[in-house]
């Protein structure tokens, strides 16, 4: 079951891996080599790549896959750590493109444009500022794809 699950995860972001160019692969410093025969491994390289096409940011960070269902959340980041973790054992539910690019938000968030105050919490304002462009330009360059959005960007007015 798990090999099924990672079969499909492979397959979505296929489409990812084959547009880069040299050009759009990560920088050196915000790369983490994996030389590992570990698929999931090679699933957190493609989707740190699809991250990085859409925004390079100011801090390096790593990123991780991991085939578990955790009850309570589908990924998290480590601010200290400069991690984000990545379940991929959601199935159809969320894809892994739109967690990693909700996990990618916080690390920007917190890297770049974190201030103090009660307003500015993890879920807040900027955060949700921060995750709509990111999502938007995803969209754009056609990194991630959503019917329900779609549908909204193309619904003319009445």
Not at 18 to 38: F, G, M
Request: charged letters at 30%; a positive charge; aromatic letters at 10%.
């Amino acid at each position: 079951m798990k090999l099924d699950a990672l079969h499909r995860v492979w397959a979505e972001i296929r489409a990812v891996w084959s547009e880069l160019t040299a050009e759009e692969q990560p920088a050196k410093l915000c790369e983490k080599p994996y030389r590992s025969t570990d698929p999931t491994a090679k699933v957190a390289t493609h989707l740190k790549w699809m991250l990085l096409k859409i925004y390079r940011p100011q801090v390096a960070f790593e990123l991780r896959v991991t085939m578990q269902r955790p009850k309570s959340r589908m990924g998290y980041y480590v601010p200290a750590k400069r991690n984000i973790t990545i379940h991929g054992g959601w199935g159809d539910v969320h894809s892994l493109e739109e967690i990693a690019i909700h996990e990618y938000a916080h690390h920007i968030h917190f890297t770049e444009h974190r201030r103090s105050g009660k307003k500015d919490s993890p879920h807040g304002q900027n955060f949700w500022r921060i995750y709509s462009a990111l999502m938007a330009k995803a969209i754009e360059k056609g990194l991630y794809n959503d019917n329900y959005i779609n549908k909204i960007i193309k619904q003319e007015d009445e």
